[in-house]
């Protein structure tokens, strides 16, 4: 038997994040001021930074301050 744990878990994984956090937001997509249009937005600009990380050098991550020497802004945590 799964724990309450587990059980949340999967539910997040397989329902809440694919069929409501990720649902299109309502508006028209080719309106600048819509919703949806700012969705896509941040889905493209999510996608772009993704593949940006995934696509740099090993020798980026070694010093510790990849992405602020990468992106010119963060700091060390």
């Given at each position: 038997?799964?724990?309450?744990?587990?059980?949340?878990?999967?539910?997040?994984?397989?329902?809440?994040?694919?069929?409501?956090?990720?649902?299109?937001?309502p508006?028209?997509?080719?309106d600048?001021?819509?919703?949806r249009?700012?969705?896509?937005?941040?889905?493209a600009?999510?996608?772009?930074?993704r593949d940006?990380i995934?696509n740099?050098?090993?020798s980026?991550?070694r010093?510790?301050s990849g992405?602020r020497h990468?992106?010119?802004?963060?700091?060390?945590?």
């Open positions: 038997m799964r724990s309450c744990a587990e059980q949340g878990y999967e539910a997040l994984v397989n329902n809440y994040i694919p069929n409501e956090l990720a649902a299109p937001l508006g028209n997509p080719l600048p001021n819509s919703l249009f700012q969705q896509l937005k941040s889905e600009a999510h996608l772009i930074y940006l995934k740099e050098s090993d980026t991550w010093t510790g992405l990468l992106l010119g802004y963060g700091g060390q945590f």
